[in-house]
């Protein structure tokens, strides 16, 4: 089994910063993804590497936002930058297996954007 374990999150001015980290046990491989839920919210893509090294991110987020991946460590990163209140919510690490392959979710880990 291989489990994520998510960890960075926490509570921060507007403007500031994060980096949210999440490590698997095992070795994973990309396309990686953070997500993030607000309250009353669906989930949304916030960013995304493909296998190929590609990032995408969430129009709200560009600028803003890095994703970045380490495939010594078995870890996916976030870096926030210029956090806003709208930014509140709890984010969420996918990544994949690398064998057998299937999907990987963290637990969680929340981020609030407040004064």
């Known amino acids: 089994q291989v489990h994520l374990v998510e960890s960075g999150g926490g509570l921060v001015q507007p403007g500031g910063s994060l980096r949210l980290s999440c490590a698997a046990s095992g070795s994973i491989v990309n396309p990686s993804g953070w997500y993030r839920q607000a309250p009353g919210k669906q989930r949304e893509l916030v960013a995304e590497i493909t296998s190929g090294g590609r990032t995408n991110y969430a129009d709200s987020v560009k600028g803003r936002f890095t994703i970045s991946s380490d495939s010594a460590r078995n870890s996916v990163y976030l870096h926030m930058n210029s956090l806003k209140p709208e930014d509140t919510a709890v984010y969420y690490c996918?990544?994949?297996?690398?064998?057998?392959?299937?999907?990987?979710w963290g637990q969680g880990t929340q981020v609030t954007v407040s004064s």
């Open positions: 996918k990544t994949y297996r690398r064998w057998p392959y299937g999907e990987l």
